[in-house]
């Protein structure tokens, strides 16, 4: 069984920045999981690749994020992060943590507004 909670979004002027985390609760090897971040926009349904990294850290990112969102992982600890730098009014939504292509989390707001 897996268990995904992220944490860390808030309400954040344009310009600003956030870090969010993703704890995974489970009884396999953490470092064989994919982790990926994804981006549903307000009142949307579709989900959008925002960065995504292999248990070998190679990582790729959406075009809207590049240069300014950094993936990152720390296995000790179960934890994958998102580093959002210069957030901009279109990056409001709920960031979403998806475990190994399989497990979603519940998801955490980010909310980019003066």
């Known amino acids: 069984q897996v268990h995904v909670v992220e944490s860390g979004g808030a309400l954040v002027q344009p310009g600003g920045s956030l870090r969010l985390s993703c704890v995974v609760s489970?009884?396999?090897?953490?470092?064989?999981?994919?982790m990926a971040w994804y981006h549903q926009r307000p009142g949307g349904v579709e989900r959008d690749l925002v960065a995504?990294?292999?248990?070998?850290?190679?990582?790729e990112y959406g075009d809207a994020v590049k240069g300014r969102f950094t993936i990152s992982r720390d296995n000790a600890k179960k934890t994958a992060y998102l580093g959002m730098n210069d957030l901009k009014p279109e990056d409001t939504g709920v960031y979403l943590c998806?475990?190994?292509?399989?497990?979603w989390g519940q998801g955490t707001q980010v909310t980019v507004s003066t």
């Open positions: 995504k990294i292999e248990r070998d850290h190679s990582v």
């Open positions: 998806h475990v190994d292509r399989r497990f």
């Open positions: 489970t009884n396999s090897i953490f470092g064989l999981y994919s």
